[in-house]
């Protein structure tokens, strides 16, 4: 006898995570939404991964297990989302922690919002006394974007949702045709996929994801998260999007991460027309073809696509709001990046 389609699918790819995953499923047994299964995806694991998420299953049908030999995240993610029955997915990864309330919270959200393809959360990284001052800094700054307006507008900042923080609508997902493997994060090229298309991506503005942060996570070991990589992610986006019409472009700031995204956009045959800076050093140069000026003179050159690329939320607040006052408009004129 078939059994009821579930309102929730939690998509858990899971490779070498004895250690975690004990603690990980044991925090979706503990969820207040209960109308949910569990498709985990062993990826071709060499430790007992596989045989502690059975021993947790025997106890709890809506877990299913699936073995694989090794093949990498995406083919796991699309195999997991074939699995997945219900209208709804959520992400998890194998070593993060629920709390008891995410899954009530986001279905609500999705229940709330019918515009929005998905919707994420805040999160609390851990362990706390072995977090970088980088990630404590993209903590303060993830969990400063609260809406879906706040998600759009910081895009190109940096990826604005947590992957395994997301849930999202089942048909949105595959109408996108699911997770690509295009050499760069492929949380974020959903992401930005999913802005193209023009889907709403929320925000409930709670901490209901604990998300390990340490030396053996993905991000930090695989090539595809490099810093180059998640601007040649940018890059790509911008060129077939904001600057799709245009070859010229302004760039402010042209400090390290100016330069990456001048050489990535350089790629795509996008160019900077002029450069605008605060080093008085660089003012009255010629870079790559491009006059360095103040920021008083956008009012005097022909209005063009413009780009600040600085490091630092400070900072960037500081230009959108010089820019906001002489009459740019965020998302329409111009786009922060990072």
């Avoid at 579930?6 to 998509?11: E, F």
């Avoid at 190109?156 to 050499?183: I, K, N, Q, W």
């Avoid at 390990?212 to 991000?219: A, E, K």
């Avoid at 080093?279 to 010629?286: D, E, K, V």
């Amino acid at each position: 006898m078939a059994t009821a389609i579930p309102r929730i699918s939690i998509l858990l790819p899971a490779r070498n995570a004895e250690q975690t995953i004990d603690a990980c499923l044991r925090s979706l047994m503990r969820q207040t939404e209960r109308d949910w299964e569990c498709v985990l995806v062993d990826d071709g694991s060499t430790d007992r991964t596989a045989d502690l998420a059975r021993e947790v299953a025997g106890s709890d049908r809506r877990l299913r297990i699936e073995t694989s030999s090794h093949r990498g995240l995406v083919a796991t993610l699309n195999a997991g989302l074939e699995q997945c029955r219900a209208e709804l997915v959520a992400r998890m990864d194998s070593d993060d922690v629920m709390h008891r309330e995410r899954l009530a919270r986001q279905l609500s959200h999705l229940e709330r919002h019918p515009d929005h393809a998905a919707v994420g959360c805040h999160v609390r990284m851990f362990p706390r006394d072995e977090l970088r001052d980088g990630s404590r800094n993209y903590e303060k700054w993830i969990n400063g974007i609260c809406d879906a307006d706040g998600v759009r507008r910081e895009r190109f900042v940096e990826c604005p949702v947590a992957h395994p923080a997301l849930m999202l609508r089942r048909d949105e997902l595959t109408s996108l045709g699911g997770y690509r493997d295009m050499g760069w994060p492929e949380d974020y090229d959903l992401l930005l996929r999913l802005a193209v298309a023009e889907r709403k991506v929320g925000i409930v503005p709670q901490r209901l994801l604990c998300w390990r942060d340490g030396p053996t996570r993905l991000s930090r070991t695989a090539e595809e998260y490099g810093l180059d990589r998640f601007t040649a992610c940018k890059a790509a986006f911008l060129a077939a999007g904001f600057l799709a019409a245009r070859e010229r472009y302004v760039l402010w700031g042209y400090g390290s991460t100016g330069r990456a995204l001048r050489r990535a956009l350089a790629e795509h045959g996008k160019h900077p027309s002029h450069i605008v800076e605060l080093h008085r050093g660089r003012l009255g140069n010629i870079i790559h073809g491009a006059p360095v000026i103040p920021p008083t003179a956008l009012r005097d050159i022909p209005r063009a696509p413009l780009l600040v690329s600085v490091a630092g939320a400070g900072p960037r607040d500081e230009i959108r709001a010089e820019l906001t006052a002489m009459g740019f408009s965020e998302t329409h004129d111009f786009y922060c990046t990072a």
